[in-house]
T-cell receptor, first 115, second 112 residues
Framework: KNQVEQSPQSLIILEGKNCTLQ??????????LRWYKQDTGRGPVSLTI?????NTKSNGRYTATLDADTKQSSLHITASQLSDSASYIC??????????????FGRGTQLTVWP | SQTIHQWPATLVQPVGSPLSLECTVE??????LYWYRQAAGRGLQLLFY??????ISSEVPQNLSASRPQDRQFILSSKKLLLSDSGFYLC???????????FGDGTRLSIL
């Protein structure tokens, strides 16, 4: 069964600290993995996208890693800021060039950054 | 640059009333368009997608319908809302042949 599991479900950290969010998937065949950030009451915004051959992708203070062998991904946030408080969603695609890729969404990790 | 607009931002409707949510995209042509629902504590669920005017595909059987009267306009409708239709509805678009990349800010729908 194709699934995307994220952990932890929620996380509280102090401003300035680093944190790592996890995403494990059983989706097959794998095409790519995307991390989104969703602020409360807003739509998700794409942070990174990685294909099978990519191990690391950075976007400012956000660094995503992918291990396609173990089917695991992580999102590392460096020097957290209050504005990082949001839900972070992992999405895996089985798209292999078709018109519409089949997407599998995790339930997200709710990150709260305290001052 | 491309932008996506959804309205209204919030909506409170009684059970049995009709629904119409609108989504428009600017700055691109022939996009793929998507409607998602996000229930509290759950992941995004794809409801409908469209690859062109008048072309609608439904992912899950439900009380809702979608239409695409123009290239960059996507509408989510219902004739009679149910309590279970409450949720956060998101519209998204993508370049043809790729995944949804850009989401609107959503509509929070509450059914009373």
């Amino acid at each position: 069964k194709n699934q995307v599991e994220q952990s932890p479900q929620s996380l509280i950290i102090l401003e300035g600290k680093n944190c790592t969010l996890q995403c494990n998937y059983t989706v097959s065949p794998f095409s790519n993995l995307r991390w989104y950030k969703q602020d409360t009451g807003r739509g998700p915004v794409s942070l990174t996208i990685m294909t099978f051959s990519e191990n690391t992708k950075s976007n400012g203070r956000y660094t995503a890693t992918l291990d396609a062998d173990t089917k695991q991904s992580s999102l590392h946030i460096t020097a957290s800021q209050l504005s990082d408080s949001a839900s972070y969603i992992c999405v895996v695609s089985t798209d292999r060039g078709s018109t519409l890729g089949r997407l599998y969404f995790g339930r997200g990790t709710q990150l709260t950054v305290w001052p | 640059s491309q932008t996506i607009h959804q309205w209204p931002a919030t909506l409170v409707q009684p059970v049995g009333s009709p629904l119409s949510l609108e989504c428009t995209v600017e700055g691109t042509s022939n996009p793929n368009l998507y409607w998602y629902r996000q229930a509290a504590g759950r992941g995004l669920q794809l409801l409908f997608y469209s690859v062109g005017i008048g072309q609608i595909s439904s992912e899950v059987p439900q009380n809702l319908s979608a239409s695409r009267p123009q290239d960059r306009q996507f509408i989510l409708s219902s004739k009679k809302l149910l309590l279970s239709d409450s949720g956060f509805y998101l519209c998204a678009w993508s370049v043809r042949g790729t995944q949804p990349q850009h989401f609107g800010d959503g509509t929070r729908l509450s059914i009373l």
